[in-house]
């Protein structure tokens, strides 16, 4: 189990919307939800083990290039994969304990039904959720290719562009527009989006500097250091008020 965390950590974070900004991200972020989710619960393994219906299967979506992987069919999660997400990262999975308390209770009453096929099976059923992490994590691969742009330039991103609405700055690879033609306007969404997430941040260092050289200033009575404060421009707010404004 700590190692399907330990995977699960690493993939969610990867593959989270707020942070990758790939074609087809949010599908794959709720694979992994829905895997992990499964991999817990010892009932929904269970399932699997018995009917074998829970195996992802690969199916053609419309004419598009890509296909999407069915991890829902035969054991749909009790929670979505942003609830998942937010509730391990937050500290403990609330169905754990009703999940154990279930797989202890399915344990006693098919113990002695199941004894002789459970101890054949055993090594495969521990060995199951790392594989199928591992899997997971190839599928997931396949489906998320590299962010769309960079708000700075770097490396391949080397191609300057601009978005029409708030006219934010950005970079992307030469073949950009053969991948994303048809997808532009929800790209240089997530570009403004992007920028202003990170002119809050900015603003919110600014303010806090600000703040605290003022409350040093008062505490040792430092005149010079009081009118530096008041002085001191902040840049990124004043950038947002204009964009609210606009």
């Excluded at 790392?130 to 191609?159: C, D, R, T, W």
């Amino acid at each position: 189990m700590k190692t399907l965390k330990k995977e699960y950590r690493k993939l969610a974070l990867q593959l989270h919307p707020d942070k990758c900004h790939a074609p087809h991200a949010t599908e794959a972020f709720k694979a992994l939800g829905n895997a992990y989710a499964v991999l817990s619960n010892k009932d929904k393994r269970d399932q699997y083990d018995t009917y074998g219906s829970a195996s992802p299967s690969p199916r053609r979506r419309g004419h598009s290039d890509y296909f999407e992987y069915d991890y829902n069919r035969g054991f749909e999660s009790d929670f979505s994969a942003e609830e998942i997400f937010n509730m391990f990262f937050g500290g403990g999975f609330p169905g754990e304990q009703i999940h154990r308390r279930r797989a202890h209770f399915h344990q006693q009453q098919h113990r002695h039904e199941h004894a002789h096929e459970q101890q054949a099976y055993s090594p495969l059923l521990q060995l199951f959720p790392l594989i199928a992490m591992l899997i997971l994590g190839l599928v997931a691969q396949f489906m998320v290719s590299e962010p769309a742009f960079s708000l700075h330039q770097q490396g391949k991103y080397n191609i300057r562009r601009e978005t029409p609405e708030l006219h934010v700055p950005y970079f992307v690879k030469s073949d950009f527009l053969q991948n994303y033609k048809s997808q532009l306007k929800r790209v240089e969404q997530q570009v403004e989006d992007e920028y202003i997430q990170q002119l809050r941040m900015q603003c919110y260092k600014e303010q806090n500097q600000r703040d605290t050289m003022i409350y040093r200033a008062r505490i040792y009575q430092d005149i010079d250091l009081l009118k530096r404060a008041e002085r001191m421009t902040l840049d990124a707010c004043d950038r947002l008020k204009q964009i609210y404004q606009h």
